[in-house]
């Protein structure tokens, strides 16, 4: 039996005038998600975030900083994934394609329904930290929570 491992992915937080961009997603599962998506053999997880932010939203980022990696087994139904977040930075309105049916910005008080896959907890670790929290506060308890 050849093994079974994770599914490596990356997510981008991207930053815009106006808030955060959000896409509507074309294949199921629907709903409204993080642009991203997986990683190639043969590409870095930088490489994976600024082409997938570009396929699905077609914003050329720039990456601020890799936020957290994001490993529950069941944050996708679809599969066992590991995601990297990247935050990005990127100017003008965003434009669905690939696999994005739609492309939206978005204020942390007036998000789309449903955002779906574990992507309103990492939304909310996000704005927990723009607003001030410690990073320790808000991924701490991950790091305690270890069930062996």
Request: no cysteine; charged share 20%; net charge negative.
């Amino acid at each position: 039996m050849p093994p079974r491992n994770p599914l490596l992915t990356v997510d981008i937080i991207i930053e815009t005038e106006g808030g955060i961009v959000l896409i509507e997603r074309r294949n199921p599962p629907f709903g409204w998600a993080l642009p991203g998506g997986f990683v190639d053999y043969g590409e870095t997880l930088e490489q994976a975030a600024v082409r997938e932010a570009l396929e699905e939203t077609s914003l050329h980022v720039r990456l601020i900083e890799q936020f957290h990696t994001y490993s529950d087994p069941r944050r996708d139904p679809r599969h066992h994934t590991v995601s990297t977040v990247f935050v990005a930075a990127a100017d003008g309105p965003p434009v669905a394609a690939d696999d994005a049916k739609a492309a939206g910005v978005f204020l942390e008080g007036a998000l789309p329904k449903p955002v779906i896959f574990d992507h309103p907890a990492i939304l909310r670790d996000y704005f927990a930290i723009r607003n001030g929290q410690p990073r320790a506060g808000v991924f701490g308890n991950l790091l305690n929570n270890i069930d062996t």
